[in-house]
């Protein structure tokens, strides 16, 4: 038996050597994350660095943070990058996830038309913006796509107190943020729109018109998947990613992200 053991262990060395792509899918680091994450170009700069110091492939699912979740349950992944705090919470309850690590922080915005049709330039808060574009009728973008911003955006709805599904203004895409965004500007429409998309996506033709820090934050958290739910979770390559983006090295590497001399994300300590 001990023979065969051995033999065993030699041969599977073997092929590992001869085969380096096998050796590299085994050790390989599944990240699901948010098309904001990617839109802003976040994800590729931190992904740049963390590759220097650590020897992981890293294979990424860029889809908004409903999916990336659910990818998580079925085990698809071994860790998400999400901002989307109720489900995120609702994902370690149900013991699929193992600790909510928030990393960074940012803010939605209402952007729209430069001619600001619905005048919402002038609403001292995100409810109130939302009701001129309801006693407007003004075209307005959503990305209806289970993402974060998409279920932002319905909680913010229910607190006005309307539902605009199905409204003549009211346009679904069910894309990512920066197709979305290409949307409401060809349709000069208003849109809910994180802060970094914005700064790196837009063009001259829409602006912000809306801030509300205190109602629009957005803090976007990584989690872990449970090896208990699911076996071949690669648990060593996904607390390393976490605790190298909670490093000092993470923290200056988000903080040092800019576009135009701006700082896209708040890094949280």
Known sequence: ?????????????????????????????????????????????????????????????????????????????????????????????????????IVIKNDFVIAGPTDDPAKIASSPDVFSALKKIIDQQAPFVSRADDSGTNQKEIELWEKVNFDPVGEDWYLETGSSMASSLKIAEEKKAYIMIDRATFIVRHKNSIKILTEDPANLSTPYSVIMVNPEKHADTNIKAAEEFINWLRSEEGILCIENFQHDNQQLYTAVK
Not at 30 to 53: P, Q
Not at 56 to 85: H, Q
């Open 1 to 101: 038996m001990r023979y065969l053991q051995v033999i065993t262990g030699f041969c599977l060395t073997l092929m590992l050597s001869i085969n380096p792509v096998m050796a590299e899918s085994n050790n390989t680091l599944r990240l699901a994350t948010t098309t904001s994450i990617k839109s802003s170009g976040l994800l590729d700069h931190i992904l740049s660095e963390f590759k220097k110091k650590f020897p992981y492939p890293v294979e990424t699912t860029v889809v908004g943070s409903g999916k990336a979740l659910r990818l998580a349950r079925t085990g698809g992944v071994d860790l998400v990058w999400v901002n989307s705090p109720d489900s995120e919470q609702k994902f370690i309850e149900d013991g699929y996830g193992i600790e909510r690590n």
